[in-house]
């Protein structure tokens, strides 16, 4: 199947989705990014703009990120709120300091994804819809995303889909190449990018997943990110079930 074919199954299996949950649209967080990017013009094409609702959630962020996510929706013309949740983040801050609690740089990324979707899930029961997750194949394998954070959704449209078909997709629906190029980043702080976080390209890990040959450093990191990551891929673990005596 070719990746114009498959990204037909994607709208239909969001169609039924939607139709079978008894809900009456999808929630979306816009980064700019071009994972979100793409999700927002499946979503588009799959079930009209009108059952479509974004947000821009920006913590601290740049002013080009805030821009990137609203010529998105613009150019779509989705419905969309800007939910800036800077003070929100701050006062939790606030309190773990009262509390002489110092969180390090990845916990407080960590922190501000988790605060994201707390306010995508409080829209989305407020609007009867469901939250649409945006990770793809590559931050799935080795568990790139924030556990309960942008890790937690009821759909994920491109999780099949390695970084290079996101990018492919994005320009096959038209959005622009300023979004679909864009240098990833999950804007958890100032300079941050994917890549330099994982310590492995986007490239390499496309090419591991598609069965090609990467360097021996490249192979090790990435099954290093994936042993680690593992307690967020797995199902949550429990003990045996309780057999209970019946007497």
């Keep these: 199947m070719d990746l114009k074919s498959y ?3 994607i709208e239909t299996f969001l169609i039924k989705y939607l139709k079978d ?7 979306l967080g816009v980064s700019g990014g071009v994972d979100s990017s793409l999700c927002a013009a499946i979503l588009k094409n799959a079930v009209s703009k009108e059952k479509v609702h974004c947000l821009i959630i920006p913590i601290d962020s740049s002013e080009e990120d805030i821009e990137d996510g609203l010529t998105l ?3 779509l013309g989705l419905s969309y709120d800007v939910i800036d949740a800077t003070e ?3 006062s939790y801050v606030e309190q773990f300091k009262n509390n002489n609690i110092e969180l390090d740089r990845a916990t407080l990324g960590n922190l501000k994804a988790r605060i994201r979707m707390s306010i995508l899930y409080a829209v989305a029961q407020k609007e009867h819809g469901l939250v649409v997750g945006t990770d793809n194949a590559d931050e799935r394998y080795i568990g790139y995303f924030t556990k309960y954070g942008d890790g937690a959704c009821d759909v994920l449209p491109i999780a099949h889909l390695v970084k290079k078909e996101v990018v492919e997709a994005a320009k096959i629906y038209g959005v622009r190449d300023s979004l679909a190029e864009r240098i990833p980043t999950a804007g958890l702080y100032q300079g941050q990018t994917d890549e330099k ?3 492995v390209t986007y ?3 496309d090419a591991y997943l598609l069965g090609k040959e990467i360097s021996n450093s490249s192979l090790e990191r990435i099954e290093y990110l994936r ?3 593992e307690h967020k891929i797995k199902e949550i673990p429990m003990p045996e079930k309780f057999e209970r005596d019946n007497k």
């Design 21 to 27: 949950s008894h809900c009456e649209k999808y929630v």
């Design 227 to 229: 042993k680690i990551s």
């Design 7 to 9: 990204l037909k199954e």
């Design 73 to 75: 929706v613009k150019d």
């Design 88 to 90: 929100i983040f701050n």
């Design 197 to 199: 976080e994982m310590g």
């Design 203 to 205: 490239q390499e890990l």
